[in-house]
Every structure is written in C-alpha cells, then in structure tokens.
C-alpha cells in the first residue's frame, strides 16, 4: 500500500480571470479588440511506472488506445518515470514492463503488462512494481520484554514494507529484553514498525509502534526504552447472517499511510444469526486507521467486507454489504480477448474488476493485469506487437491467477489510479466500507500448466510490497 495520492492535472486555460467575462463598455474606436479566450485545452492521462522508491522503472513501453484498440499514442516514459497522452475517454492504457517481474526464472523474456480500462481525461495512473534487486537490509533489533504478559509466547514484528520477523523470549530468569534479525526488502528507506506480544494462540496480549523507522544496512536498533499498550476486546455483530452458510472470519488490521501495519490473526464468529465475536486486539498505533476485515468462503467465492475508522463495538448488516457470487468460472475467450462470468445474489454492484494472467509462449513469459468498469467480464485491448505479441492466443499456455469484483467509496473513478499499487481496495477517507469478491476455485483453462509457483509471482506483483 506504499502509494502516491490520487492525482488530476489541471491545466490553467488562457483569458481573463473573471468567470462571468463581462465587459464593462462597448469599445471605442481606438479601443483593442475585446480578448477571445483560448479553447481549453484537454487534460491528458498520465502514467507513472516506478519503484517503491519513486525511482523510474527503466525500459517502460506505454500504449495508449481507444475503446476499439486502436492506437492513440505510444512512448517510452521520460526521465521521471512519466508518460502523458490526450486521448478519448473511455479507452485503455496499457505499460508494458520488461524483465521486473520474474527475472530470476532463466532464459527468454519476461513482462510485467499492466493496463487499466475505461480511462478518462485527467487521470493519473500508477503502477509499483517490485523492484527486481532479490536483496535485502538486515538490521539487529532489541525489544524489551513485557513484564506484564505473564503468558507471552512469543514477539511479532511487523512493518509497512511488508517484512517481519518472529522474536522469541530468552529462556531462563532475570532477562529483560530479546534480540532477534529483522530484513528489510532493499526498496524500503523508511518504514512503521509494530511490536506485538503474542500468547500461544498467537492472539496479542499487548503492543507499541515505531512511525517513520529509517532503514540502513546493519543497522542496530534499540527499542528497549519502548513500553507496552495493553490490548483491548473488541466485541463485532454481523446481522442477516444466513443459516448453514460457512463462518465469518473477523480480523482488525491497521493501516498508515506507508501501508498496512498490522494483519490480525482472525477469528470466524458464531454461525447463527446475528453472527457474533468477541476477540482481543491491539491499542491501536497513532495516525493509522483501524480496518476490520470480515471473509467468508461461499461455493465458488470469497466473499470480504473491509470498513475503517470504526471504535467500539462494531454492528453491520452483513447481507446489505454482499456482491454477487460467482456462478461460474471465469473463462477467457482468445478470439474476442474477454473474461466472463456470471453471477448470483449479492445486494450490490460491483464498481469494477480485475483480473491477473500469467501466460506462456516459447521463451516468452508475461504477467498482465487489467482493472475495468464491470462486473461480469473484462475485455482485453488488442496491443501492438512492435515490442512483442502479448496477445493470449488460443495455442499459448496460460492461467487466470485471479478475478476480483469491488465496490468501492467514489466508484470505479476513485479506484483506478491506485489499483496497481494495492490490488485489495484502498482505505480513503476517515470512515468508509468496500466490498470484494475473489474467485475461489483453481483455474485451469488449458490443458497444459508451467511452473506453478510462477502463478505466485503474479499474485506478488498484483500484491505489491
């Protein structure tokens, strides 16, 4: 979730700068000639591809399409990661990355392909993939112990760059702090760090965080002066739960700016109606957003709920909140270049969706990601192919690693520019709800399958760091 804000270029039109463009008299004879305002001009869609870092990803081709597929621009990126394009709304673009995402895996090409559907004028789009260095940034860390725990297991360290490690308590009497190595990913100059203090069932006793720790190779850090906030109880209330249908699982986790700090372990509430739990969680870090996440697994989906800037004992309807099912596998048609799939029940819309492949041909390995205004089916632009043909073709290998329907605060408008930097729906705002679905079953849509553990990969980059 490390990301930059949603972005609209504005650019100031030429004339006078008053809006009625009133006149105070009829010119004279000698007067000039009233100034005309100059046409507005049209505000242009704006890619970025960079590191988490903000450094520009190097080699970065960019297309620019209408809705038909037809080209409205292509360019390389510019020194500052950046590619700009006036173009129609409603069309595709499309970033094509070479060498960032599976690098490590031998000889051939390999692409990340990001594209976002149904652009408009004005909007800035992001893409964040991971850097591709394999390297990390061991630091020595130095906790204190909490004396009050008397049922501590053991010390959970996580951070927004989405690392952590596991501290466990000295044996024998009389010690009062634990040490233990905490990597950092290379891309990571600063994170938030928590401390959790967790008893056998990995369920938090108590907790402190660090905002803004700098990251340096070989670092010793010292939090031995750090003290502990207990954690507190929490009861949350699911009403309309439906009889027979599997368990809720309720979890709170903490957001800041930088991304997500703390993941709670989970806990599935009664399966009656109303569908209840009370569990312990963390006090809860200055400056970061408390966001419940509630899943519950269906025939063919993962049905999730995230609400944030709740305090308290927490109540929703858990029915109001529900998107269609998917009633069916997701099947991507090579001749039209479109995923489809129907569904079922739900109370909501879904403001958009995306979809991750992985596809195969020779030497060739590419991942392509694409967000789109719908809730059924995504269409694929046709790209050109004077960089590489990406187009999956009926003879390729290829999976669909994940489909996912949202409903989002502002929409699919709100959703688009961030997509690529945090796949699952990002909190805005103080308070708000979103809804998700993912497809659950595995995915098998040809009947040849390379390298699975390549398919995770996919899910890394769509789920950057």
Same mark, same amino acid.
């Given at each position: ?223 031995? &002066?750090? *003290?502990? +906030?207990? %954690? /507190?109880?929490? #009861?949350?209330? !699911? ?8 368990? =809720? ?97 739900? &109370?909501? *819309?879904? +403001?958009? %969706? /995306?979809?991750? #492949?992985?596809? !195969? ?8 990601? =694409? ?95």
């Amino acid at each position: 979730m490390r990301r930059l804000p949603w972005l609209f270029l504005a650019l100031a039109a030429c004339g006078d700068d008053s809006a009625r463009k009133i006149i105070d008299a009829p010119p004279g004879q000698h007067d000039a000639p009233p100034m005309i305002d100059s046409p507005a001009q049209a505000m242009p869609v704006l890619v970025s591809v960079v590191f988490a870092d903000g450094t520009p990803v190097p080699g970065v081709h960019v297309y620019f399409q209408n809705a038909d597929s037809s080209v409205a621009g292509e360019t390389m990126l510019d020194a500052n990661g950046n590619a700009r394009q006036v173009m129609n709304p409603g069309g595709y673009a499309t970033a094509l990355v070479p060498n960032v995402l599976i690098g490590g895996f031998g000889g051939g090409m390999q692409y990340t392909v990001a594209t976002w559907a149904g652009v408009k004028p004005g909007d800035h789009l992001i893409l964040t993939p991971p850097a591709n260095t394999g390297g990390s940034v061991d630091t020595t860390l130095t906790i204190p112990l909490d004396a009050a725990g008397a049922n501590i297991a053991q010390y959970l360290v996580s951070t927004t760059c989405g690392n952590g490690t596991q501290i466990q308590p000295p044996t024998g009497s009389g010690a009062t702090n634990a040490v233990g190595t905490l990597s950092f990913p290379s891309d990571c100059s600063a994170a938030d760090v928590m401390v959790t203090a967790v008893d056998s069932s990995n369920q938090p006793v108590s907790s402190f965080s660090i905002p803004g720790q700098p990251v340096t190779a070989n670092e010793v850090i010292d939090y031995t &002066a750090k *003290t502990y +906030d207990a %954690a /507190g109880t929490r #009861t949350y209330t !699911f009403n309309n739960f439906t009889l027979n249908d599997n368990a =809720i699982e309720i979890a709170d986790n903490f957001s800041t700016g930088r991304g997500q700090l703390y993941s709670g372990l989970g806990a599935p509430a009664s399966q009656v109606d109303p569908a209840t739990l009370t569990a312990p969680y963390p006090a809860q870090p200055a400056g970061s957003l408390d966001v419940i996440f509630a899943s519950q697994q269906a025939s063919l989906t993962t049905r999730n709920l995230a609400e944030w800037g709740t305090t308290g004992a927490y109540t929703q309807d858990w029915a109001a909140h529900l998107l269609p099912d998917f009633a069916m596998a997701p099947t991507l048609d090579t001749g039209t270049h479109v995923v489809s799939w129907t569904t079922t029940g739900g &109370a909501l *819309t879904a +403001d958009y %969706a /995306g979809v991750a #492949t992985l596809a !195969f041909r020779g030497t060739v390995t590419w991942a392509w990601g =694409i967000v789109a205004p719908s809730g059924t089916q995504v269409a694929f632009p046709n790209l050109p192919t004077d960089v590489a043909d990406l187009n999956i073709a009926a003879a390729d290998n290829y999976t669909l690693n994940t489909v996912r329907v949202a409903k989002v605060p502002g929409g699919y408008d709100a959703a688009r520019g961030t997509f690529f930097q945090s796949f699952t729906p990002v909190p805005t705002g103080a308070t708000g709800t979103a809804s998700y679905n993912d497809y659950l079953a595995p995915l098998t849509m040809t009947a040849k399958q390379k390298a699975p553990a390549k398919r995770d990969v996919m899910r890394r980059w769509i789920r950057p760091r």
